[in-house]
């Protein structure tokens, strides 16, 4: 069974920063790929970025060169480093993971998934 955990949300002001992460239970090849997704109000889910157990990453367009996404093999948390963070990044983010289909951002492609942490970013 795996479990997915995700902390590390909460509210700042626009420019600020916010480090999200994922812990996983579960064996390091469930999670083999890993991705974080969010989901403002009235909008349907979206992928923002996802790493492989090689540590290549693929990032959505409008997160580019803002956010960093990051695994720690050891013990399988997931991180998500967001910096100069604006309002339109408010949404639940959630954390997934797949044991075969990386590098994508579709959530259709996902098995697992966390139950969400919130971010708000107020301008």
């Known amino acids: 069974q795996v479990q997915l955990v995700e902390s590390g949300g909460g509210s700042v002001q626009a420019g600020g920063s916010l480090r999200l992460s994922c812990a996983a239970s579960?064996?390091?090849?469930?999670?083999?790929?890993m991705a974080w997704f969010r989901q403002a109000p009235g909008k349907e889910r979206e992928g923002v970025a996802t790493?492989?157990?090689?540590?290549?990453?693929r990032y959505a367009d409008s997160v580019k060169g803002r956010f960093t996404i990051s695994k720690d093999n050891a013990d399988n948390t997931l991180y998500l480093q967001m910096n100069s963070l604006q309002p339109e990044d408010t949404a639940m983010y959630y954390c997934?993971?797949?044991?075969?289909?990386?590098?994508?951002?579709?959530?259709?492609?996902?098995?697992?998934w966390g139950q969400g942490t919130q971010v708000t970013v107020s301008s």
């Open positions: 790493i492989d157990s090689g540590g290549n990453t």
């Open positions: 997934a993971a797949d044991p075969w289909r990386c590098l994508n951002l579709n959530q259709n492609n996902y098995k697992y």
């Open positions: 579960a064996s390091t090849y469930s999670v083999t790929c």
